[in-house]
Structure formats: C-alpha cells, structure tokens
C-alpha cells in the first residue's frame, strides 16, 4: 500500500524507466537461478495481485514463475478459503476450569503415589466430575507421570513425614554489654517451630534438667505428643538426668558425632540465623533483657518469618489465599509492625 502511494505522483516517464531497470535485474537474476523459492506468504501475495491481469497479458509478463503456476496458486488460494468457509465449527468438550485444573495438580504434589485413577476417585468424591482421561492429560500437560510407581519413595518426601517426631536442642553463648557471658539452650521442631527453653551464666545440672521438664510441659500443653527423638551434641552440660527426664516421656536421645555439627544442622542453621537478624543487632544488657529479646524474636520466628522449607510460609500460620491475580492487583495498603525497638519488621495488610 506505501509502494503504491508513492507510485502515484510518479510520471509516466520515470515509471517507464523504473519499470526496464526493473526487468533488466530479473533477468539477471534469472540467469543465475533456475527455479526460486517461494514461501507461501509471497505465493499468496503474486496470487492475489495478478489474478486479475489476462494470461495473453499474464504472459508477456517478465516474471520468475510460469503464468499457470501463478494461476494454480490463486486456485488453491480459493479453494482453502471456501473449504475453511464451509467448515463446521468444532462443538467438542469444553475446556476444563481453572480451579479444577489446580486441585488435580495439588493432588498430584500432595501425593506422590497416586495415579490418575486415583486421582479421578478423589475428585468424584468431591462431587467434581470430570472424565479419567482428562486428568491424564492434566498431569501429562505438566510434565507429571500419571501413573506412578506406588512403592517408591524419596528421602525428602520420608523426613518430611518424620519432621514432627524429631526435635534438635543447643546451647550457644552470648556476651553482655557488660561482657558477661550467657549460655541459651533452645529446641528446634524439624517442622521449624523454635522453643527458648531459657539463658543462665551457669548452666548447672540442676537448671538443664528443669529445662528439660519445662520442655516436656511445653509439649504436653501443646498436645505434641508424637514427638520421639531429640538430637543434641556431646555436651557436658547434657547430664544424665536431662536424658531420663525425656526418656520418662518416651523421648529417645540421640547424639550427633563428635565435630559434626551437620549432624545437627538445623539447629545449627536457627543459631546463625538469630546471630545475624537479632543478637549481632543489638546490645544485651542483661539476663533479663537477653530472655526478652529472645521471646520477642521466637515470636516472630514461629508466627511470621517466611521459611524456605515450608513454601515461605512460617511454622504457625499458613500462607494465605492469593487476593487476586497478579496482573489485576489493586494499590496496596501495607503496614508496618516494628518488634524490639524497629530491629524485626512484620508487614501486614491494613484493616
């Protein structure tokens, strides 16, 4: 459409002109190939523009393809456009929705074993019907096996199920402003659940099996009762009736190698983790002020802070339902919560 308004003010002259300049190098290009190439887009464009000239005109023409190729395309030209015209529409199986689309793939990284069969049953159960096939293609869409081995199971998948039966515990030292030193113990749940049992300068016998006690209390009043293993390392601040307490309430000890804190290493983890976000941070005073902070950031730690290993969600409180879709998003109206002094952000949504 540009060539040709720029055709228009053009005189007959120049178009003449342009016209055998034009001819001379499709005879040159004609004697260095013999037969061009053409891709369906310029086939459809020469079938179109020149269907309307005669052929006695049609073959005067200097053009790179025979006149009745040029013909033949126009006819194939019409004949798709017709057959496309007369074609039915396809009435086939609406698509499935969105949201059951999700469930089947939640079911699906929910439980690894399952095949589509039994997939398929879930949902039945559930009221939603759907054909077997259409949960094969679901799964297979997504590059999920939809039928499973049903006896394979991998490491990750086994300590996830044991994580809420194993607890980890540590001491760790921290310093005062004062320069008195602090021994911490702390218990880690495998599910990332953190407990303060308490800080003292001495940890004596005496006060490592209270913990203990408290500890079994805790978890009593917390109706964690399947907890059945705790790891902890060769410190001599373990004494013996720390582990009897535990045994008491079947709580089966188990202690790391010597030097090989990866044996403990989620407790080891938590401990970096405080350092860094909290007692790196600020300035402890006292024992008092030690337990404070320590409270103030178990909260934060259980109820809000993202965890990786639970899908960023935090060992208390589950992720909440998407408000919307990302690319529908309203403005948003987030608060900020300060915790111990501005040291620990939460955000949340305003009311």
């Known amino acids: 459409m540009f060539t040709l308004l720029r055709l228009l003010p053009t005189t007959s002259t120049d178009k003449d002109t342009e016209i055998l300049v034009l001819r001379h190098q499709l005879a040159i290009l004609q004697r260095q190939i013999s037969k061009p190439r053409l891709p369906p887009p310029d086939r459809a464009f020469l079938a179109a523009l020149l269907h309307r000239i005669p052929r006695p005109k049609l073959r005067q023409l200097h053009l790179i393809i025979s006149p009745e190729t040029i013909l033949r395309w126009h006819r194939n030209l019409l004949r798709r456009h017709h057959a496309q015209a007369s074609r039915p529409k396809r009435r086939g199986r609406p698509p499935t929705i969105r949201s059951i689309r999700t469930l089947v793939l939640r079911l699906a990284r929910e439980n690894p074993s399952w095949g589509y069969r039994r997939i398929h049953g879930e949902l039945a159960g559930l009221a939603i ?3 077997p096939s259409t949960v094969w293609e679901i799964l297979t869409t997504n590059g999920i096996d939809p039928a499973p081995p049903r006896n394979q199971q991998t490491w990750t998948d086994f300590l996830r199920r044991q994580a809420h039966a194993i607890l980890a515990a540590d001491f760790f030292e921290t310093r005062t402003l004062t320069g008195t030193r602090l021994f ?3 218990v880690i749940e495998h599910t990332r659940r953190i407990r303060i049992l308490g800080a003292t300068p001495h940890p004596t016998a005496a ?14 009043d917390a109706s964690a009762t399947a907890v059945r293993y705790l790891i902890r390392d060769h410190d001599s601040k373990y004494t013996t009736a720390f582990d009897a307490v535990l045994a008491d309430s079947g709580i089966t000890t188990i202690t790391t190698g010597i030097r090989m804190p990866r044996m403990n290493a989620i407790m080891e983890r938590w401990i970096r983790t405080c350092r860094t976000e909290l007692l790196d941070r ?23 802070r993202p965890h990786r290993a639970l899908h960023a969600a935090a060992p208390q409180r589950a992720l909440p339902a998407p408000i919307a879709e990302p690319h529908a998003l309203q403005p948003l109206n987030i608060r900020r919560q300060d915790r111990f002094g501005g040291i620990l952000h939460e955000y949340h949504h305003a009311a």
């Open 282 to 304: 600020t300035l402890i005073y006292n024992q008092r002020h030690l337990l404070h902070a320590l409270h103030e950031y178990e909260t934060f730690y259980n109820q809000h």
């Open 129 to 131: 019907k759907i054909a």
């Open 207 to 220: 006060w490592t099996t209270q913990q203990a006690r408290n500890l079994i209390m805790d978890l009593q």
């Open 184 to 186: 911490i113990l702390a």
